[in-house]
């Protein structure tokens, strides 16, 4: 099976744009989360989505929104960006996302200038 | 109030000998718990799990042992390799919550030297 891949690998955006990142899950996997990862910090939840509903959100600005699409793959969309927006982004799928082990992509590696 | 914690961020053994990594958590209902490992560059890659009902789960060298009690696990690795050397991190989650999410601790650099 293909496992998780995540698009682009590495981006390079300025202040105020507005980047869409991708995720393709595994395939038969419906619940696809969406992580942030900087220096020095662990893994940040950013939201789940599953069957296309977003189901939980962690504590980041509305800045951050994503989407799911009926094939399960995920949009994770940053507008205004800022600085403190410089991270790796990474993806993640499970079959149902209920306390199950879940799958990571490789990351898109963002900055922000 | 971070509810996962690993205390060490950095931990350095001979090659050969025993690796431990310890992950504390402060939320009880947390009841599934996991380790990943992760390469500069890559995504984390799942490593072993352990579900509440069990206090030991073994797969190769790696162990996870898991203390309900003092909400502390650790992972165990024996012997110790030079390709173990990457970033581990312990991840809890809910097994009866349409959740979708891990709260990650903030990681411990296991350095393993020849």
């Known amino acids: 099976k293909a496992g998780v891949t995540q698009t682009p690998r590495y981006l390079i955006k300025t202040r105020g744009q507005q980047v869409t990142l991708s995720c393709s899950p595994i395939s038969g996997h419906r619940s696809v989360s969406w992580y942030q990862q900087t220096p020095g910090q662990g893994l940040q939840f950013l939201f789940e989505y599953f069957s296309e509903t977003q189901r939980n959100k962690g504590n980041f600005p509305g800045r951050f929104s994503g989407r799911q699409f009926s094939n399960s793959r995920s949009e994770m969309n940053v507008s205004t960006l800022e600085l403190g927006d410089s991270a790796l982004y990474l993806c993640?799928?499970?079959?149902?996302?209920?306390?199950?082990?879940?799958?990571f992509g490789p990351g898109t590696r963002l900055l922000v200038l | 109030d971070q509810q996962v914690k690993q205390n060490s961020p950095s931990l350095s053994v001979q090659e050969g000998r025993i690796s431990i990594l310890n992950c504390d958590y402060t939320?009880?209902?947390?009841?599934?718990f996991l380790w990943y490992k992760k390469y500069p560059a890559e995504g984390p890659t799942f490593l072993i799990s352990?579900?509440?009902?069990?206090d030991k789960n073994e797969d190769g060298r790696f162990t996870v042992f898991l203390n309900k009690s003092a909400k502390h696990l650790s992972l165990h690795i024996v012997p110790s390799q030079p390709g173990d050397s990457a970033v581990y991190f312990c991840a809890a989650s809910f097994s009866n919550t349409n959740a979708g999410k891990s709260t990650f601790g903030d990681g411990t650099t296991l350095t393993v030297k020849p």
């Open positions: 939320n009880s209902m947390f009841d599934y």
């Open positions: 993640a799928s499970s079959v149902q996302g209920t306390g199950e082990t879940q799958y």
């Open positions: 352990i579900s509440s009902i069990k």
